[in-house]
């Protein structure tokens, strides 16, 4: 009784909840048929995709339409009240035929465009481009492999958006700080992977959806025709900050992304510079609180008390007064069978070397040890 309620609690709730976002999206200049449909995206991948849709939602109206015709038409015009009484016949070798081979030339009908779009949704073949994709809790690393570029893209909404102490904004959870930027009318190869659990990269507008697991590299791609700013998310529920791991994509002219590699493969260069630089404590205290914030306050909370046992604290910890090989071991390797991740890809030596400063010297710790980028290098290269 209350299961069937409950259900149809849902169908007459379910088109109210989906009203706003059909009124967000007639807002901003979209139709109807963007509310109730997909989209045609901006690929031919997605276009194919999107036509195979359409072919196979006709087929089945055109199916339900002759089929519930005959249906009514039948307990209408032949009704018992009429005078009409039931055939008995059974085993009609014409009927058998026709419910075999009709069904059948309708499956190979949807098959061949089925087959094609299949066909080129796998054809990683010919890519100008070839970047890496690595998922992270809760977090997208780009490498543009052969380029010398790699980053994290990171959720940019501020905690008073998050927890309401301020108004939403536009692209509330769907703004990051740094945007994988590739360009237009070329097509790029995306090798998917993660780190920890399973995630998935879902931009619709480019028909591109794959898991990202541990271990194994799912290969898919997309040539965007239009340029401007792309949105998705992961589309696997891969833990607590699952909501805060927006894919955004940024489409630029391709002399636009020549001088955008060109200005991140010069910030690369200096990084590697940065590395034999021998920082004071005041600048390591202040770049490590920044990447503190940015990478681990999430779960260590921002006074480093943390929320045991998930998450131990770092203040007044034996990792982050004890040993600095050992707290090095733990930021850059992580911690196996624990939610402690590994860092160490993750992070550059300069901002490595800052946040460890930072967690021996913050919140009381004190310890007075200064953690050089160059020491983190050649832990690194130790191993």
Known sequence: MF?????????????????????????????????????????????QIYDLHMIIFWICVVIGVVVFAIMFYSMIVHRKSKGYKAANFHESTVVEIAWTVIPALILIVMAVPATKALINLYDTSDAEIDIKVT????????????????????????????????????????????????PVDTKVRFLITAKDVIHSWWMTDFGVKKDAIPGFINETWAKVEKTGTYRGYCAELCGQGHAFMPVVVKVVEKDEYAAWLGEKKAAAAAMRELTEKEFTMDELMAQGEEVYLRSCAACHQANGEGMPPAFPAIKGSAVATGAVDHHLDVVVNGVAGSAMQAFGAQLSEVDLAAVLTYQRNAWGNNTGDVVQPIDVFNFKQGQ
């Open 3 to 47: 299961a069937k309620i409950e259900r149809l609690f849902v169908r007459l709730l379910a088109p109210l909840l989906l009203l706003p976002l059909a009124a967000s999206t007639l807002a901003d200049g979209g139709t109807w048929r963007e509310v109730i449909n997909m989209t045609p995206g901006v690929t031919e991948v997605s276009r």
């Open 135 to 182: 998922g992270y809790q809760w977090k997208w690393q780009y490498e543009y492999l052969g380029e010398d570029v790699q980053f994290m893209s990171e959720l940019s909404t501020p905690d008073a958006e998050i927890y309401n102490l301020e108004t939403k904004g536009a692209n509330y959870l769907a703004d990051v700080n740094e945007p994988l930027v590739i």
